[in-house]
């Protein structure tokens, strides 16, 4: 009888462990089990056309006007319901729930939905926090590491006490580093997905004034988030300021 006690308290702490487990690493549930399945983008496009359509004008939420680019204009799921175009919201965007934004991209040409990863939405907004929080105890100092563009630079996370966030790319499943501006404002550093849609570019390449996130976002559903803007510089992809 006590070998069966311990036997079946084992197996509930085993059973507890695992549920516990997928409760300590929510961002990464998030990131691995919800992506979006391609009908789910296209149903939302299908609904965001027929809108436009029937109205004239785009179902977008107010946004600022120096909110960024790949950030601006975000779906409206609220007014879709009440205006009974959908039913449901889709169970991956944010209003259900899910670790994704559904936006529109190129609003007056050609309004196409996208998706904007939350996960690293909010870990480059914790080390902007903690940032922040650095230079405020270092009289305006900021944790520089090396250079990695003209006006760019490494975070040193030593400095600030922690370690760098696990950014993994919704375009090429690569780890990306993290970088900042001389006003400690942080970035995802693209550099790495950027270069590898050159190479796989036939014909000529972008001129010297495309900005080279344009590349990433018409062979995905995704945007860059926390992104600077990326131009061609002697042959080389670079980030540069925002303006």
Do not use: H
């Amino acid at each position: 009888m006590f070998r069966m006690k311990s036997a079946v308290s084992a197996l509930l702490i085993a059973i507890m462990s695992i549920a516990l487990s997928g409760c300590l690493y929510p961002d990464d549930q998030l990131e691995q089990n919800q992506r979006p399945a391609k009908d789910a983008i296209l149903n939302v496009q299908t609904v965001i056309d027929q809108y436009q359509k029937d109205t004239g004008l785009l179902p977008i939420q107010n946004s600022k006007p120096d909110t960024p680019l790949y950030e601006k204009y975000l779906v409206d799921f609220d007014k879709l319901q009440r205006m009974k175009y959908i039913s449901d919201i889709p169970t991956t965007a944010y209003e259900k729930g899910g670790s994704y934004y559904y936006l529109i991209i190129d609003e007056e040409k050609d309004p196409t939905i996208k998706l904007m990863n939350l996960v690293i939405y909010q870990r480059i907004n914790d080390v902007q926090i903690a940032l922040k929080n650095y230079a405020d105890k270092n009289g305006g100092k900021l944790p520089v590491g090396e250079s990695v563009y003209p006006g760019f630079k490494r975070i040193d996370y030593k400095k600030l006490g922690t370690s760098e966030p696990d950014i993994r790319s919704v375009f090429s499943g690569q780890t990306l580093g993290t970088m900042m501006d001389a006003e400690g404002k942080v970035y995802v550093d693209y550099g790495i997905d950027i270069t590898q849609a050159l190479t796989k570019l036939e014909g000529a390449k972008p001129g010297p004034e495309q900005d080279l996130r344009e590349l990433l976002v018409e062979s995905s559903d995704f945007v860059p988030v926390k992104s600077a803007a990326y131009y061609l510089v002697d042959g080389e992809p670079q980030a540069v300021i925002n303006e």
